[in-house]
């Protein structure tokens, strides 16, 4: 099922360090149109539902832990091709092995620090912009 939305989290880390205007015009020269977007913060429950999959992972803590210790950037992107577009232009999970251009490559500071997060499945996708967004939030 291929769809055109994906769904990203731009990360504490990227909120903290000023990224967030810079990340975003990243996405969107890059062709993705923003169709819902928020600054939120993620409760602790939040965090341990959202990442729910990754529960008997041994950084399980620590990720619940960095994911509410400020404020993230939600929101829905739409492309053809969303999904896999848009995980290319995010680049490898450990920034030092990222494309160079990508947008961990550019700003992530570690692999548990990696500035953002993008479904890696369409079917994840849907679950993950529901999760932050109701309908009538989308655009």
Known sequence: MRT???????KPDSVEKGHVGAILEKITASG????????????TDDAK????V?????FYGELVEYMTRGPIVAAILE?????E????????????EAAEGTIRKIYA???????????????NAAIEGAFHFSGREMF
Do not use: C, W
């Open 49 to 52: 539902t959202f990442y729910e």
């Open 85 to 96: 577009d848009f995980r290319t232009l995010v680049g490898a999970t450990n920034p030092a």
């Open 79 to 83: 492309k053809d091709n969303a999904v």
């Open 109 to 123: 500071a570690s692999i548990g620090e990696n500035a953002v997060h993008g479904s890696d499945s369409d079917e």
């Open 4 to 10: 055109d939305r994906t769904f990203t989290m731009l």
């Open 32 to 43: 993705f149109r923003i169709v819902a977007m928020k600054l939120t913060q993620m409760t």
């Open 54 to 58: 990754h529960s008997e992972r041994p």
